[in-house]
């Protein structure tokens, strides 16, 4: 059977682990449990006589008091009914430590706050967990909350006002939670802190409670019966009222049975109150709130256990993608370095096989910017006319050629061919630039390694130190083949010229002009298609070197020098480079935390048969 007591003992158990485990609503990252548990909020300004309601409930004098703003965290008070035995107090975070007397209770109330806030008379929304055991009291859970105020006394911060209202407001705007709101009867009910507060956030009145205090104190010939009756401010539930005791009974410490028996007299033997009897006064408070709160919380369980569930998910899924926390032995530690190593290399390799863009960049170089970069060469002009009559004229010296120029010819061809040396190195450095960006793209990629910002930075500079060896050994190659082209000419494309002799048979360069323009021509045209053969070369060859030299090899060894470092580090070495981000250690440990909570709590509310 589903029982009062294990529902609200269930959201006692899981109000509880969320205090143990940081969960206590307000603005996070992570989401709250806390949030979505059904509670009841007291609510009243200060002098509005919220903490005599407390302990009336309680039947215990145990909270501190005094001028200014008394509660300054809120008080999160379970109470657990008992077959009998002592009564005594606990508080969460002082486990399995009993108080019998409850003037330590009111001192431990204070120190603990003092704990947190100092003595600056700060709010914190830090709850502190109370749980009070007792034959005389019911099943309820009450979060006291510091009491409304419109100025701030001496020691306080400008901003306590509106510090406190918002803590209040954050409480009782959700829609889990029932709002005891505590209005003292002497004053005018338009002007009560808290109503005005309930009215705010809950419109309709479907929330809220309402408990006039002080009855006893009102003017002579006057009574509360407009608003107990619910003419003047009319709520979904019945108005309780209630007479708590003086100051001076306070004061004497006058016993809380003897208060709670005046209140009865005070009701029955009351020409205003009399009929209302059955339903004034704090039992009666104290019955009606623990009946509702189990009403409440078993129509909201079905909601709380679909937002756990979904919540479970959520959370294992982010920490999956955090990853498992870092080992703490060197072979260990070892074997993740070389891991998240290969996970980045793999992503490096996708870029340029096509599996990620990115690798398609290479093949632009060559299809397009190195063939355009041929074609920008200066040939026009280092073959023109004047260019080539300048080159064989030096070259002849004083003897004029023979049959052909050779030497200007050589020197012609040298002076073309040393052009191409700028696109192969233009070649090799645009194909650099794109793997350093595929590398940094590999490196932001491999969300293992956003864990290690160390590590991070010691693979990237790994990697591109590697890409730079590489260039530095393609430079070189891309350059000899240009240089090749130039040691040796290939002999058989000149022997197919043809050649010009006289009418006698004899080659004519005798009896020519040997620097007419038509010669000079035929020179310039000879090397022309020479050095475009080459051209066509160059343009086959330098892809083939870069995709050796530089693509094929980052491919293939781009971490093999830094794999063999990483082999000599020691075990403090290797824990340096597994350095994780602080903010993302952080992040795990409270994702760890929090699902430990929601999981908890799935489990509470599975030990409970609360559909049955």
């Known amino acids: 059977m589903t ?63 005094g001028s200014g703003i008394v509660t300054r965290r809120p008080l999160v008070l379970q109470l657990h009914k008992t077959e009998g035995g002592a009564e005594y107090a606990e508080f969460l975070h002082i486990p399995k430590k009993r108080f019998t007397d409850f003037s330590l209770v ?142 001076a009974d306070i004061n004497r410490s006058v016993d809380m049975v003897a208060a709670r028996r005046r209140e009865r007299e005070y009701f029955s033997s009351s020409a205003d109150y009399g009929h209302l009897t059955s339903r004034m006064g704090s039992e009666y408070l104290a019955k009606i709130l623990s009946k509702h709160l189990e009403a409440f919380i078993k129509a909201r369980i079905p909601s709380i256990l679909s937002l756990i569930n979904k919540t479970i998910d959520e959370l294992e899924m982010e920490l999956n993608q955090l990853g498992k926390p870092v080992a703490v032995d060197s072979g260990a530690q070892l074997y993740s370095i070389l891991e998240l190593c290969r996970a980045f290399d793999q992503v490096f390799k996708s870029h340029l096989d096509g599996g990620r863009p990115g690798g398609e960049r290479i093949y632009t170089v060559f299809d397009n910017q190195l063939p355009a970069a041929l074609k920008k060469l200066p040939f026009d002009r280092h073959l023109s006319i004047q ?37 192969a190195e233009a070649v090799v450095d645009a194909v650099h630039f794109v793997l350093k960006d595929l590398v940094r793209k590999a490196i932001g990629e491999t969300m293992e390694l956003k864990r290690f910002p160390t590590l991070q930075a010691e693979v990237a500079a790994a990697a591109i130190e590697a890409l730079e060896r590489c260039r530095e050994e393609s430079r070189k190659f891309c350059l000899r083949l240009v240089d090749m082209e130039s040691s040796y000419l290939t002999v058989e494309f000149f022997r197919k010229l043809p050649q010009e002799f006289d009418r006698g048979g004899n080659p004519s360069a005798t009896t020519m002009d040997r620097y007419t323009d038509s010669h000079l021509r035929r020179i310039g045209s000879n090397v022309t298609n020479y050095v475009w053969m080459v051209c066509e070369t160059i343009r086959i060859s330098i892809p083939k070197a870069v995709v050796h030299n530089q693509v094929r090899e980052a491919k293939r060894s781009l971490l093999d020098n830094f794999y063999t470092q990483v082999g000599k580090k020691e075990g403090k070495q290797l824990a340096q480079l597994l350095d994780e981000d602080p903010a993302l250690m952080e992040r795990r440990t409270a994702c760890a935390k929090r699902l430990d909570l929601y999981r908890a709590a799935r489990d509470e509310i599975d030990s409970v048969a609360w559909g049955k």
């Open 387 to 423: 260019n080539v009559r300048k080159v064989v004229m030096e070259a002849d010296g004083y003897q004029p050629h023979l049959i052909a120029p050779e030497q200007g010819y050589r020197r012609l061809i040298d002076g073309a061919l040393v052009l191409f040396r700028g696109p």
């Open 106 to 247: 009111r001192k431990e109330i204070q120190d603990e706050t003092d704990r947190v806030t100092g003595r600056s008379k700060q709010i914190s929304p830090i709850p502190i967990q109370l749980s009070i055991y007792s034959p005389n009291v019911v099943n309820l859970t009450l979060i006291d909350l510091p009491g409304l105020t419109k100025i701030a006394i001496e020691g306080q911060p400008d901003s306590i006002v509106a510090d406190i209202e918002n803590m209040v407001r954050s409480y009782v705007e959700k829609q889990n939670s029932v709002i005891l709101a505590i209005s003292p009867a002497n004053q005018d009910i338009a002007t009560s802190d808290a109503m005005k507060l309930a009215r705010e956030v809950d419109p309709t009145g479907e929330r809220t409670f309402g408990v006039l205090t002080k009855l006893d104190l009102m003017d002579k010939g006057t009574n509360a019966l407009d608003v107990l009756e619910g003419r003047s401010y009319k709520l979904q539930h019945p108005w309780v009222g209630v007479v708590n005791r003086s100051q």
């Open 3 to 65: 029982t009062m007591e294990s529902l609200i003992g269930l959201v006692n158990r899981i109000q509880q682990a969320c205090t143990v485990l940081g969960d206590y609503g307000g603005d996070s990252s992570l989401p709250t449990l806390w949030e979505s548990l059904p509670s009841v909020v007291v609510v009243g300004g200060q002098s509005s006589g919220k903490s005599s309601v407390l302990e009336s409930i309680v039947g215990r004098d145990f909270l501190p008091r």
